[in-house]
Structures are given as C-alpha cells and as structure tokens.
C-alpha cells in the first residue's frame, strides 16, 4: 500500500492531514492502537516540521505486512548540526511559529521516541530527508 | 465522568460539539507547547491550553483528546471551530485563568 502527501512550507492550515490519513488507513487494516499513536506522532512532528523550516516538501508512505515506511523529503535551508538539532530544546523556529505554540525543540525527540527506527540526512541550503520506520507486529 | 459533567461542574462554555458531550475523560494535560502536548498526553485527556488556532484541533483529533478547554475568555477561530466538528471534539471555554481551572479539573476528577 503506498500514500502519498504534499506539503507547503508556511502552510500550518494543513498540517496533520497526511497524519490523519496514514492513522485512518492503519485502523482500516487493523494496527494495534499503541502503534498507530507511536507513528501519528512521528509523522505529524515531521510534517511540522516541513511547514516551520522548509520551503516545500512530500512524504511517502509505504505500508507493507510488516512496517510502515515513511520518507519526509524536503526542499530547503538544511540541518547544518544534525546532533544539535536533536537536542530537546534546540529550535530555530520564527517568532511566528513560536507564538502558534510550535518551537520547543521537542518535535525531533519525539519523532526518535515514538518511531522504532528513524534517519535523518540533510544538506545545507538543499533540503532534509526523514525517514521514520515502524514495525506493525 | 464525561465532558458534559465537567460542562456542567465547571461551567463551561460550549462552543462547539454539543453532540459528543458523552466522551469519557480519563485525565488532563495543560501546555502551551504543541509539540510538547503531542508528545506528552493521553487518549481521553481534556487539554488545558490558551492556543486557538486550527493545529489545536489536529493534535487533539490525532491524540483523540476527550475535549479541548481554552482559558482566560479566548475564543476559537472559525477554522478551529469547523475542524472540531469534523471531528467530533468539543471546545469548550471559561473566563477562568489556567491554574484555577486546572486546579478545579483536577479535583474534580479525583473525586
Ligand atoms: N525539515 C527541516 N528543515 C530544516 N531544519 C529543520 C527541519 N527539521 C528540523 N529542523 C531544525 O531542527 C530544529 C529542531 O527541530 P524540532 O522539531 O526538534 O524542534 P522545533 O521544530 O524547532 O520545535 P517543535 O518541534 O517543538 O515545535 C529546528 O528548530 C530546525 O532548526
Ligand atoms: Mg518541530
């Protein structure tokens, strides 16, 4: 099964929907509640984050037997200090953003915490790569 | 106990999802922090918060809290609004300041 979702950077009035689509789609194909938490939030902290740091973006889901696969791929500024920005605490969000609530520093941890496997590759002024991976069983 | 208890113990304003009223609670969280919020509550929490706008709805949709209460007199935004009825999760408001009406849901549930 694959999914498929664009995102606009800026864009915070759709953020969840690909969220919201991959958690319906899981309750369809019978995932255990707990798992499916775990993976909404990993993607909606990834999706997020598409709409507070980057320009533009699209994730790819793919769902197998076994896992659900997800890739965040964007086009923008880049992570220069992966480590750093893994740190709780650590944003660089706009004042903007941070008066929405968004900005703690904590939606990369808990894309660590809640994903079973994740992976992060980034260049400078390009864009960012998340993968995020759970296991359904 | 369910929201429309807390409705009516608190005093509350409904500004919307009169007809899910019946949803149980099972807890509360209180921030400001969506991340913090997303990564930290439960399923069937009533969330505490003074943000308004239409990401409030996706997180308390995706963590399917029991209700959403904004303090201090804010009001939703339309958007806000309409997404909570497509989600069938209430906002509910009071004029109270964080801390009294977390204070009061919590001794409520602790009943
Ligand atoms: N897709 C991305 N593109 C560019 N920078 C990013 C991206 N994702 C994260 N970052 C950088 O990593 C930092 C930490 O991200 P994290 O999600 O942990 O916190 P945040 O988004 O700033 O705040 P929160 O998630 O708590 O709302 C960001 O402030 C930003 O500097
Ligand atoms: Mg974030």
């Given amino acids: ?136 069983k | 106990m369910n929201v429309s208890d807390i409705v009516k113990e608190l005093d509350l304003t409904v500004f919307t999802g009169e007809d899910y009223l019946s949803r149980e609670i099972y807890g509360g969280y209180v921030s400001d922090l969506l991340s913090d919020v997303m990564g930290f509550s439960s399923e069937g929490d009533v969330w505490i918060t003074l943000q308004t706008h239409k990401n409030v709805m996706a997180i308390a949709s995706l963590k399917e809290h029991a209700a959403v209460i904004l303090v201090k007199g804010f009001k939703p935004d339309q958007d806000t609004i309409n997404h909570a009825a497509e989600e069938g999760i209430p906002i509910l408001g009071t004029h109270k300041k964080t801390f009294e009406i977390s204070g009061e849901l919590y001794s409520l549930l602790k009943k």
């Fill in chain 1, 1 to 136: 099964m694959k999914l498929e979702f664009a995102i606009s950077g800026g864009d915070f009035s759709r953020a969840g929907i690909a969220s919201s689509e991959v958690k319906k789609m899981l309750k369809k194909i019978n995932v255990e509640p707990k798992i499916i938490k775990r993976v909404v939030v990993a993607l909606y902290e990834a999706e997020v984050n598409v709409c507070a740091h980057a320009y533009k973006g699209n994730i790819f889901v793919e769902i197998d037997g076994t896992k659900i696969k997800i890739d965040i791929i964007d086009k923008g500024p880049g992570i220069e200090n992966i480590d750093e920005a893994m740190k709780e605490g650590y944003s660089t969000a706009s004042d903007a953003v941070r008066e929405m609530g968004f900005g703690a520093g904590m939606g990369l941890s808990n894309m660590k915490k809640n994903a079973d496997e994740m992976s992060l590759e980034s260049k400078v002024d390009e864009g960012t790569k998340v993968t995020i991976i759970n296991y359904l």
